[in-house]
């Protein structure tokens, strides 16, 4: 079946730590994305690739990294400069091509606490 | 800058009801794209309609209907004869050239047998 995992499902982290959540596609889909969602609210944008080996800032990149070496793959780290990285990270992929905004479609999601 | 605004943070119907979830967007492109997902208590994102500014044609499927409207910038989701299944956050969410989308903050909502 064509899908998107994310794993863990669950991630606990020391403060401090470095942590990476993976993210994983097989429908061959060019773009992927990262979001984060806190309780009560909505995803806000992390980062996103359209291609490999290209990623750029979303609307909260600050203490996150990401790299796209290959197109079904696009990992997330959560650094130690993340100062409140508590939340449900969710990934998502989309065809990419042409210039209209497609669908984005969503894996099942790790849930990062930090203790 | 785009921005998508679901004003009902929380909602609760007893089954069968109908329920609409509102969704007002502001944008200053001409050519934009509004979806719906649905976020069961699993978590992951669930892709229900997705909509070209262009084609204001109301979509039915199913016990889910859309009315988009252009001069009240919305795009409104019913459910008919709510089931228990329902019970879900909805995202309205907003194409953000050239590849993103902006999420309103959801709704909530919650049917009861």
């Known amino acids: 079946d064509g899908g998107i995992t994310q794993s863990p499902k669950y991630l606990f982290r020391k403060e401090g730590q470095n942590v990476t959540l993976s993210c994983e596609q097989n429908?061959?889909?060019?773009?992927m994305y990262w979001y984060r969602q806190d309780p009560g609210q909505g995803l806000r944008l992390i980062y996103y690739?359209?291609?490999?080996?290209?990623?750029q800032k979303g609307d909260i990149a600050e203490g996150y990294s990401v790299s796209r070496e290959k197109k079904e793959s696009f990992p997330l780290t959560v650094t130690s400069a993340q100062k409140n990285p508590t939340a449900f990270y969710l990934c998502?992929?989309?065809?990419?091509?042409?210039?209209?905004?497609?669908?984005?479609?969503f894996g099942p999601g790790t849930r990062l606490t930090v203790l | 800058a785009q921005k998508v605004t679901q004003a009902q943070t929380e909602i609760s119907v007893v089954e069968k009801e109908d329920v609409t979830l509102d969704c007002v967007y502001e944008t200053r492109d001409t050519t934009y794209y509004l979806f719906w997902y649905k976020q069961p208590p699993s978590g992951e994102l669930v892709f229900l309609i997705r909509r070209n500014s262009f084609d204001e044609q109301n979509e039915i499927s199913g016990r889910y209907s859309w009315n988009f409207q252009k001069s009240t910038s919305s795009f409104n989701f019913t459910i008919t004869a709510s089931q228990v299944v329902d019970s879900a956050v909805y995202f309205c969410?907003?194409?953000?050239?050239?590849?993103?989308?902006?999420f309103g903050a959801g709704t909530r909502l919650t049917v009861k047998p």
């Open positions: 969410a907003l194409s953000e050239p050239p590849r993103r989308m902006r």
């Open positions: 690739s359209q291609i490999v080996n290209d990623f």
């Open positions: 429908l061959n889909h060019d773009a």
């Open positions: 998502a992929s989309s065809i990419g091509a042409g210039g209209s905004t497609d669908t984005q479609y």
